[in-house]
């Protein structure tokens, strides 16, 4: 499994939202969403366990500067 960071994403998404934007491109394995300690608001980026490097490479291809909501991911 290979993790990757991923940011930029809408401070309102939930993690279901977030899988179904990256699963055309690979298999998401796991996904953390970064909270403040203090007020439990979403930080606008977390990371994904993807199941293989390949899926990784393509994920960063496809939606490396793409809009999500009204933010773009990194």
């Known amino acids: 499994m290979v993790k990757l960071f991923v940011s930029g994403f809408p401070l309102d998404i939930d993690e279901m ?3 179904k934007s990256f699963m055309p491109f690979g298999q998401v394995s796991t996904v953390k969403i ?3 300690k203090k007020t439990r608001v ?3 980026y ?4 993807v199941s293989d490097q390949d ?3 393509d994920m960063i ?4 500067g793409s809009a999500l909501g009204d933010r773009n991911l990194r």
Not at 46 to 49: C, E, K, Q, S, V
Not at 61 to 64: F, R, S, T
């Open 17 to 19: 939202e977030l899988v």
């Open 34 to 36: 970064v909270r403040d």
């Open 42 to 44: 979403y930080r606008g």
């Open 46 to 49: 977390g990371f994904h366990g």
């Open 55 to 57: 899926s990784t490479v």
């Open 61 to 64: 291809n496809n939606l490396y």
